[in-house]
């Protein structure tokens, strides 16, 4: 038994034919089909495709469904608003198989889902962008406190001056620059928007909600102060009080006494 089998094998690895005659051809035959037969493991290159006009509601894991009745899909990445996290209506999706992908666009582009005509292309490798997919395994989490909601926020006075102040450094940081590039360019921004501080009245108190006049004794001699300074600039010369001369008393009242 053990010297059938030992003969046998180098027979079968051989691949020996039944006519001698035939023997040089039968190896070239077998040869060529050994060339031509694929390998079990060769790297197949992966292929990614864009899709656009995405409807609403057909997320990561839809996209992800629906595509994988194609071939096996890799990666799926579909942008998103990083204010609100609601989908901007476009997507990338990798499958394993270029091949795959190019029939993948040629067969859904301008296909009517959801009302939505979609539309699909092909993405040469050279053209794609190796950051492309990062971050696309992690699960997407709505964001608990979007941008939206915290600049609409309600503000105390100090939070309003703050933002304020923000927003005007800005603009002003940005007519310097236009300025240094030559750039001639006149806008109202932030600036006009800010109400212009009041001058405070006299009559009306400082520090204080209410706009009851106040008599204090300082206020008064600040009007006082006030006045005599408009009276010297509009008068250029000296002023002179005369005084007035007293009555005179007359002889007759004197003479109707004596007597």
């Known amino acids: 038994m053990t010297e059938s089998n030992s003969t046998s094998a180098p027979a079968g ?20 089909v050994k060339k031509k037969r694929p390998k079990k493991y060769e790297k197949l290159t992966p292929g990614v495709i864009y899709l656009g006009h995405i409807p609403q509601g057909f997320f990561e894991p839809q996209i992800r469904i629906y ?7 890799r990666r799926v990445r579909l942008s998103r608003s990083k204010k609100t996290g609601r989908s901007k ?29 979609l539309k699909c292309c ?39 001056r703050k933002m304020t102040s923000k927003l005007l450094h800005k603009e002003t940081h ?12 006149d806008f109202p921004g932030f600036a006009a928007q800010v109400p212009k501080k009041k ?8 520090g204080s909600q ?17 006045k005599i300074e408009e009276g010297e600039e509009d008068s250029d010369t000296e002023i002179v009080i005369k005084a007035t001369p007293a009555p005179k008393k007359s002889k007759n009242k004197k003479k109707a006494k004596s007597s």
Do not use: H
Request: charged content about 30%.
């Open 13 to 32: 690895k051989n691949l020996l034919s039944l006519d001698p005659a035939q023997e040089t051809e039968f190896r070239k035959k077998v040869q060529e």
């Open 67 to 73: 595509f994988s009745q194609f071939g096996s899909v």
């Open 89 to 117: 209506g476009y997507a990338f999706v990798e499958f394993e198989c270029d091949e795959v992908a190019k029939i993948v666009a040629d067969t859904m582009n301008n296909y009517l889902l959801a009302e939505r005509l």
């Open 122 to 160: 092909f993405i040469p490798p050279e053209k794609v962008n190796p950051k492309l997919f990062i971050g696309s395994q992690t699960q997407f989490k709505k964001p608990s406190f979007p941008a939206v909601k915290r600049y609409n926020k309600k503000r105390s006075v100090q939070e309003r």
């Open 174 to 185: 940005l007519r310097k620059r236009l300025a240094q590039k030559g750039i001639d360019y």
């Open 199 to 206: 001058a405070a009245d006299m009559n009306t108190s400082v």
């Open 210 to 226: 209410d706009l009851t006049p106040v008599c204090t004794p300082t206020v008064i001699e600040r009007r006082k102060s006030m």
